[in-house]
């Protein structure tokens, strides 16, 4: 095992090695860093061109200047590493480090995102093969996976950034647009049952009829501009998720896990009021969230302990889970409350969801709320625009494993064994059908650090794929070896990990 | 069933969703604030308060230093050099052979941000910055390694001709010696900066000081500027690294040395988010340029960083930014035509387009086994002048000019669009009509494009009876960059020369710059990017020994017009020789304008007083007429 892992790194440096002096060179010859200054007219332009030249060691063939930065490199083993400065004069390392969290905080959300929403769909859509929902997922997800992402951001931005904040001015939403969504919402239900075609038509009406009355209640009431669950929605959802993860994990009929899970819905209520007033106070901080999430989590494992006996690991599962949709539900309905006062904040003024950058230019508060809320909405609209391109990919990969491994002769054994189909997909087809999309995840975690070069630079967000553009549009190579050094690492870094994860998971493997 | 078991959690939710609308008290509507906030739009982000070295001498940090500073003069939209009269007065005190004095007196009553008075001491830091003589006596360094004032400043004529600085007695006049009469005196001369705030810093001070402390360090400047050039060294070495390196933040914000931080423009530096934007706000104490709107005015200043194009259209269209100019995609631009409540404007840059032949080798090159020139338009003999004659003819300037400036934008334009016919003067800018009524461009715009073809082709067939259109006779290699625009100009000039028997090669080079001097190209295409107005400002390009000739151009009639440009003229006088030294460009067929790049603003309606103006700063150049 050790010996393995030394051998891979070995290669791994080698391979290093080889595509950053391959890169380097490509990038030195491809142009001229000083073309600018050739054509223009500045009086001292003999003396810029010595400077720059002096600089950026123009003088030195790039073959031989690849060492001067792999040496400044090498002193990673020492702990002094200099990858040289940019052509702004800034450290490459300051600005790397710099675009890191704005690249992660952009990108991390919409890969896990992507791989929940994918992973579900394409479980849903392999045991529902070939029904209505099936064919129109397929579509959608590959739909999604060839439109070009700039095109979809700007889409985005118009309909639901520009649009919906003209929209907000009066909060009302208008009869066509609650006839459309309703039959949306219900074409979309109507999809996930089957059956004969009277049914399917009974339960479109159904939740036509439902999803419109929900609308008029929510223009009614002027829900959009002044939202809000309460203690009661917040009850409500988080009892209808708790209800429906233990139904799917152990099963309606598991009593015992369905009261421990009530216990935590229980105590998300009974926390509501306690937790809203003690995040009301002026020196609230986002450590401050997470308190009430442990805490909640801290009794659900309690719960599981008190009302089961045995097997308690499903149990934990379950209300742990549920116990974090609670603290999330906490959060959101707190987000809710905020909303209408971040819209009627000077520099907001009612139009609150924002086209591009990190944070609101104009906003001057120091509420955590409004500062929390504004950052989730500046991230909102590239989490949709990378969730929806990047989510397809999964979707097919689970689709097609759990396919496969639900043709295996185990799975006809476990069915012969009188085991529930809930029990067989969750517990026997699943966990087997997730072990190929590790590789897959292992990849993308490491992509995260690459940057999202067009979404990063179509929303203003300056991190690693801006970097990316603006050293090879200006010929910078510190910056981009520095942003190639980091991204190649983790790319190789991510294809170990993802081996020896695979060897971890499946014990037909064994790394040698 | 299952329609029941929706409908039933609807309900339930629905009740939820009733008892906390009535907890929570109804939003009243924003109220409609006065505004006097302006977003302005830079697709770059800052990386210094200081633009001065070559580093940082970035639009977006050297437009924040427009607002945050005031000197003796600035560009207005046309372009023309405005003096500033409330900062100070500038005059030529003394024009005999050899000795040349100019003298700079800023105003009484002038204060830093801070309240410190300006005057003549802080005047001295721009001779530090541009005379290597200084730095080397002072022990700074040669600029040429390396000095400790890392300025972008040196190299220019100002340091080769600069002999020595003085202060009046009053200390509020600043005389300035050269060894000779330089046409562009004006613009050499020195910009305020803030000393007093600099030698706190060299003393390590982090608060603004009280004003007797700021006198004090003020004089202290004195004392090091007089002790430099005495050879004394230690505390200027420390206000080098500070100048050159503290001022290069991203981030500023109540930790933040407010010393970095003190200005005399209209605006000055509150705060900035790395990367994402800037904001200024008025300077209280201004006094040192023209006064700022006062009804309606504009309190702050943001600088916000979007990328170009469509996210700036769409910032615009959702109300984030309110001023943005650039020069965007056809479809951009219709999408800043389609916005409600925005001004667009299309203007010219002083960037321009142009087309060089090549007649020898470069002067300026420096490889000794760089085989000589020997293509079809080699030297000054009679086929090599038809040959170049014929060529320029044979491009269809027209056009390219109609595809990439009328319908740059809007490409169902069919209106012509001016084709530029100087290489000294900008069409608008004075003398312009005189200088290309005479200087031979006539030919060049005489007929229809399809007549100067057919006279290229005759040029053509006197030396090679057999060329024909299309017989590719003459082969010529073009160096021009592989981008969308100068493909298209290539195509198009190769298209038409074909008709006159040249074969134009249509490979494009990435690194076009380097190759300049490469005497294996016959033609080269690209842009001047003038960065100042200047009556000298563009004979490195044909003089036989210009820096900016790279075709062996060699003709002693430019050479003794230009080199007559650099004396003391009337406007007159200079048009005039401008004439002359393009008469003879033109007529040895060494080269051809062909149009000024366009460029786009685009500006919330409610915002008024916006010219937008060729030269960085572009349209901010009047900042302090903007308001709501």
Redesign the interface.
């Known amino acids: 095992m050790f010996s393995y892992i030394a051998r891979r790194i070995g290669t791994a440096l080698l391979i290093l090695f080889g595509s950053s002096f391959i890169v380097y060179n490509l990038e030195a ?4 860093p ?3 200054l ?11 061109i ?3 030249t ?2 950026l060691e123009l003088d030195v063939p790039p073959p031989l200047r690849y060492f001067h930065w792999l040496q400044g490199i090498a002193g990673i083993f020492t702990g002094h590493p200099n990858f040289g ?1 940019a ?4 450290s490459v390392y300051g600005e790397i480090a ?1 675009a890191i969290p ?1 690249t992660v905080r952009l990108v991390l959300g919409a890969t896990i995102l992507a791989i929940l929403l994918g992973i579900t769909v394409g479980v849903i859509t392999a045991i529902r093969q070939y029904s209505r929902l099936d064919y129109s997922m397929t579509f959608i997800s590959f739909l999604m996976f060839s439109l070009p992402i ?1 095109w979809v951001a ?1 889409l985005l ?2 309909y639901m ?2 649009e919906f ?1 003209n929209f907000l001015a009066s909060g009302q939403i208008g009869i066509e647009w609650l006839l459309i969504s309703s039959a949306v919402v219900g074409v979309i ?1 109507a999809g996930l ?1 089957s059956g004969d075609r009277r049914r399917v038509i ?2 479109f ?3 036509f ?2 999803a419109a ?2 609308l008029l ?2 223009n009614w ?3 959009i ?2 939202p ?3 203690v ?2 917040v ?3 988080v009892g ?1 998720i708790g209800v429906g993860i233990s139904t799917i994990v152990v099963g309606f009929e598991n009593k015992r896990v369905l009261w421990a899970t009530l216990t935590v819905v229980a105590a998300t209520i009974a926390a509501y009021f306690p937790v809203n007033y003690w995040w009301s106070s002026s020196d609230m901080n986002a450590l401050n969230l997470l308190w009430p999430v442990l805490a909640l989590v801290a009794v659900a494992v309690a719960a599981a302990f008190a009302f089961t006996r045995v097997d308690r690991g499903p149990a934990i599962r379950v209300t742990v889970i549920t116990s974090v949709f609670a603290g999330l539900f906490l959060i959101i309905d707190r987000l809710f ?1 905020t909303w ?1 006062i971040y ?2 904040t ?6 609150p ?7 609101n ?2 906003l001057s508060s120091d509420n955590f709320w409004i500062l929390f809320e504004d950052g989730l909405l500046h991230v909102v609209l590239p989490t949709i625009a990378l969730t929806l391109i990047s989510f397809a990919g999964y979707v097919r990969y689970s689709r097609a494993s759990l396919l496969e491994v639900m043709n295996m002769d185990y799975i006809r054994t476990a069915r012969a064994k009188g085991l529930s189909e809930r029990t067989v997909i969750v517990r026997h087809a699943l966990r087997n059908a997730m072990i190929p999309l590790t590789t897959l995840m292992a990849f993308d975690f490491a992509g995260i650090l690459g940057g999202a070069i067009i979404t990063e ?4 967000w ?1 991190g690693m794929g801006t970097l990316f553009r ?1 050293a090879i549009s200006s010929q910078d190579l510190n910056l981009l070896m520095g942003v190639f050094a980091i991204t190649s690492f983790l790319a190789v870094m991510a294809n170990l990990v993802a081996d020896l994860m695979y060897s971890a998971l499946d014990p037909r493997i064994r790394v040698r | 069933m299952k329609a029941k078991r929706t409908l039933r959690a609807v309900a339930v939710i629905a009740a939820g969703l009733l008892s906390t609308s009535t907890a929570v008290s109804v939003a009243t509507s924003a109220s409609a604030a006065a505004r006097s906030t302006v977003i302005v739009n830079e697709t770059s982000a800052m990386t210094s308060l200081n633009s001065g070295t070559p580093d940082t001498n970035l639009v977006t940090n050297s437009d924040i230093g427009y607002l945050t500073g005031a000197g003796f003069w600035y560009y207005d939209n046309k372009p023309n050099l405005i003096r500033n009269t409330t900062f100070g007065t500038y005059k030529i005190t003394k024009n005999v052979a050899n000795d040349f004095e100019v003298s700079y007196t800023v105003n009484k009553g002038l204060v830093w941000s801070d309240g410190t008075p300006i005057t003549g001491v802080d005047l001295l830091l721009s001779h530090i910055l541009g005379s290597s003589d200084y730095s080397k006596k002072a022990g700074l360094g040669d600029p040429n390694d390396g000095a400790a004032f890392n300025s972008g400043g040196y190299g220019s004529p100002y340091d080769s001709h600069i002999k020595g600085v003085s202060l009046s007695d009053d200390k509020y006049t600043v005389t300035l010696k050269y060894d000779s009469f330089q046409p562009d005196w004006a613009i050499f001369g020195p910009g305020p900066a803030p000393v007093h705030a600099l030698e706190l810093m060299v003393d390590g001070k982090t608060k603004l000081q009280s004003a007797a402390v700021n006198l004090a360090a003020k004089a202290q400047f004195l004392t090091d500027f007089n002790a430099g050039l005495n050879g004394s060294v230690k505390r200027l070495k420390t206000m080098g690294d500070i100048w050159s390196n503290d001022y290069n933040i991203q981030t500023i914000d109540s930790k933040t040395n407010p010393l970095l931080l003190v200005s005399n423009g209209g605006f000055i530096v509150q705060s900035a988010v790395a990367n994402q934007s800037v904001t200024l706000v008025r300077n209280p104490k201004y006094n040192s340029g023209p006064k700022l709107y006062s009804a309606n005015p504009i309190n702050k200043v943001i600088f916000s960083f979007v990328t170009d194009g469509s996210p700036a259209a769409q910032a615009l269209g959702n109300g984030e930014i309110d001023v943005y100019d650039g020069q965007p995609d056809t479809a951009t631009f219709q999408q800043l035509k389609g916005l409600s409540g925005v001004t667009v404007s299309t203007d010219t840059t002083m960037t321009y387009e142009h087309i060089d032949l090549r007649v020898g080798n470069s002067a300026q090159s420096t490889d000794p086994n760089e085989p000589a020139y020997d293509g079809p338009f080699k030297g000054n003999g009679q086929k090599a002048r038809d040959l170049r004659k014929a060529f320029l003819l044979a491009v269809p300037r027209q056009a390219i000019v109609n595809k990439f400036v009328a319908q740059a934008y809007d490409p169902a334009n069919q209106a012509d669009a001016t084709v530029m016919n100087s290489h000294f003067l900008l069409p608008g800018q004075a003398g312009y009509s005189t200088v290309t009524a005479a200087n031979g461009s006539f030919t060049y715009r005489n007929g229809t494009q399809a007549q100067r073809t057919a006279q290229a082709l005759a040029l053509v067939k006197k030396w090679y009876p057999s060329a024909s259109a299309g017989s590719k006779t003459v082969p010529i290699k073009m160096l021009f960059k592989n981008n969308s625009r100068r493909i298209g100009e290539n195509l198009l000039i190769g298209n038409e020369a074909a008709k006159a028997g040249f074969d134009v090669s249509n490979v494009g080079n990435a690194a076009w710059s380097k190759k300049l001097d490469d005497p294996s190209y016959d033609v080269a295409m690209f842009a001047w990017a003038p960065s100042a107005v200047s009556q000298t400002g563009s004979n490195a390009n044909y003089q036989s020994d210009g820096s900016n000739n790279h075709y062996g151009w060699n003709d002693a009639d430019v050479d003794a017009a230009t080199h007559a440009l650099e004396g003391l003229l009337s406007p007159a006088q200079v048009t005039a020789k401008y004439l002359a030294a393009d008469k003879q460009v033109i007529g040895n067929a060494w080269s051809l304008p062909l149009y000024q790049w366009p460029q786009v603003s685009a500006y919330s309606s409610d915002l008024k007083g916006i010219k937008p103006g060729p030269l960085v700063p572009n349209l901010l150049w009047n900042y302090w007429e903007w308001h709501f």
Request: glycine share 12%; proline share 1%; aromatic share 8%.
């Open positions: 010859l491809s142009g001229d000083i073309a600018e050739r054509t223009s007219a500045a009086r001292n332009r003999d003396f810029l010595a400077y720059y002096r600089q400065k052509r702004d004069g800034l710099a704005v700039f700007v931005k118009q950034a520009i904040n239900v049952v009974t339960v009406s159904g939740s009829i439902a009355l929900m209640i929510v009431t002027n829900w501009l002044n809000g669950m309460g009661l929605g009850g409500v959802v209808g409350q209408s819209l009627n000077d520099g907001i003024n009612m139009r969801i924002p086209t591009f950058g990190e944070a230019v104009r630079s179509v929303f203003g300056h603006n």
